[in-house]
């Protein structure tokens, strides 16, 4: 009954903005750490950022979305959020989220839905 489910995708101009969310169930955010993955077309899913299981103070962000994205989370609605600004056609993809072991695992094999980010004029 473990399940996330992302939200918040959509159609936005060069420069724009949108917040993802991720809705967590089955388990508390206190427990796993939560990543953002995407995927283009053609492209293997990569990594976006991810906010630790404990006191949700530390996070990385990969080096092509410094400085624009922003994770987050409400632990009253165990839900995780990444605000996105400053965003360029090439962050068109499927948004994914997971939530990850210690190592860095993913813990959830069947990867949902996700939400599609286009980034067009």
């Known amino acids: 009954q473990l399940q996330l489910v992302e939200s918040g995708g959509g159609l936005v101009q060069p420069g724009g903005s949108l917040r993802l969310s991720c809705a967590a169930s089955g388990f508390s955010l206190d427990y796993f750490a939560i990543g953002w993955f995407r995927q283009a077309p053609g492209k293997e899913r990569e990594g976006v950022s991810c906010?630790?299981?404990?006191?949700?103070?530390?996070?990385n962000y990969a080096d092509s979305v410094k400085g624009r994205f922003t994770i987050s989370r409400d632990m009253s609605k165990n839900t995780v959020y990444l605000q996105m600004n400053s965003l360029k056609p090439e962050d068109t993809a499927v948004y994914y989220c997971?939530?990850?072991?210690?190592?860095?695992?993913?813990?959830?094999?069947?990867w949902g839905q996700g939400t599609q980010v286009t980034v067009s004029s």
């Open positions: 906010i630790s299981s404990n006191d949700g103070r530390t996070t």
């Open positions: 997971n939530a990850l072991r210690g190592n860095n695992d993913v813990v959830l094999n069947s």
